[in-house]
């Protein structure tokens, strides 16, 4: 018997990311020495302060259901980290949790986004934006944050993209995949255009706490008043806790939306795993020490082998402020290594050199590849040296 597939899921791209990362995997376990610079996650395992509040949790009996938008103590953790890292006073009907802050944006453009309305969506971006706006009968309306400008946009960038559909933008600050950060006078300008504009902002922070140099995280809703009501902030534990397997993120924001969203996880995912919200009740109010001894370590990598990818024939890259990817316009190294366009060059890496990364093509930046230096030192060395030489073995010009 045959059906039609929904029209929804014919407009998706697969996850650029995922596959790689897969790919990677299945060439691992038959024996290949693979080394993965695909993962956005961190190489540490969750710490043992909240290992502990898990399994302390089980054993009391806490593995029910919870309500859906979450546990009230969460919620009040949330509140209590935002007011303390970011001075945004938030209440419990303004925070909804959700499985992970990839189902809290799903969610958000669910209940958001009408047919036919707009996102406006900077890229290079994370690759799950359009697609997740897509979804939900939204439009994708991608601008250019140029290298010169640090893969930044500007507020008259956006001012020019807003058409009467535009709904929201997506600011994404440290970013994936760039590492870049919009400094304080960048966000206040964009605060006045969408503020002129009548548009939502979705700022999603979820790497705030990998952050390196003289750089500071700035939360767009701290800027106004009315920055913070337009403002509806996704974060989360994956990144800043090594916790990515635990699905915990959340939005806090407009009471309207955040109201919807919980109905409609109510419907669709009932409550985030009960267990991996008591991890996270500990993560934010427990011991904070790991979360700065793995923000050391990766600026630390960052520093050690930055300089050695900048070194690699055709390689033109920016030094990212945070995060844990690098994003290397490697059109040169592409072209002159005889291959038609970056993503040719990319799955040559793989199967060649074998080292994964990602193609940029699926970031919004065709002459890119995103590489992330959450793995050991020992083992981004290894794969600066394969990549290195397989650029100089084949390079034509």
């Known amino acids: ?21 897969a790919k990677a995997k299945e060439m691992k376990e038959s024996g290949i020495d693979v080394i993965g610079l695909g993962a956005g996650e961190p190489d540490y395992n969750t710490p043992d302060n909240i290992l502990e509040a898990a399994y302390r949790s ?26 303390k890292d970011q001075g945004l006073n938030y209440t419990r009907k303004e925070v909804m949790i959700g499985i ?33 706006v897509k979804l939900a009968g939204g439009v994708p309306v991608h601008i250019e944050g140029s290298s010169a400008a640090q893969f ?30 919009y400094s304080r006078e960048e966000l206040v300008q964009i605060a006045e255009v969408c503020k002129e504009k009548d548009i939502w902002i979705v700022s999603d922070e979820i790497y705030e ?25 996704i974060n989360g534990v994956s990144k800043s806790y090594s916790m990515t397997g635990w699905r915990i993120g959340y939005i806090a ?8 969203m919980t109905d409609l996880a109510s419907h669709s995912t009932s409550n985030p795993t009960t267990t991996s919200q008591y991890a996270t009740i500990e993560a ?25 990818f900048v070194a690699i024939p055709g ?22 290594t005889g291959f038609a366009n970056v993503d040719d060059f990319a799955a040559a890496l793989l199967t060649k050199a074998n080292v994964a990364v990602i193609p940029g093509s699926g970031f919004g930046s065709p002459d890119t590849i995103r590489l992330s230096y959450a793995t050991s030192i020992d083992l981004l060395e290894e794969a600066i040296r394969r990549i290195r030489t397989f650029v100089e073995e084949n390079w034509k010009a």
């Open 1 to 21: 018997m045959t059906k039609k597939m929904s029209s929804r899921v014919k407009t998706l791209s697969p996850s650029t990311t995922l596959a790689i990362t």
């Open 315 to 336: 390689f033109k890259v920016l030094k990212p402020q945070g995060a844990f990817y690098l994003l290397p316009d490697v059109s040169e190294a592409a072209k002159n």
């Open 100 to 132: 992970g802050a990839k189902h809290v944006l799903y969610t958000l453009f669910q209940v958001m986004l009408d047919p036919g309305d707009e996102v406006i969506i900077p890229a290079p971006y994370w690759v799950s934006y359009p697609e997740q």
């Open 253 to 260: 924001g407009n009471v309207e939306v955040v109201s919807a």
């Open 152 to 181: 930044k946009v500007t507020a008259e960038q956006i001012r020019e993209a807003v058409t009467p559909r535009t709904k929201a933008i997506i600011i994404n600050s440290p970013s994936n995949p760039t590492g870049m950060i």
């Open 58 to 83: 089980m054993i009391e009996g806490k593995t029910k259901y919870t309500p859906a938008g979450g546990l009230p103590a969460l919620k009040d953790a949330i509140i209590h980290k935002l007011q």
């Open 209 to 233: 706490k990998l952050i390196y140099g003289e750089e500071q995280h700035i939360s767009i809703a701290q800027l106004s008043d009315d920055a913070k009501q337009r403002t509806l902030i």
């Open 284 to 308: 934010y109010n427990g011991p904070q020490d790991t979360v700065e001894t793995m923000r050391k370590d990766f600026e630390s990598r960052l520093e050690q082998v930055y300089p050695q």
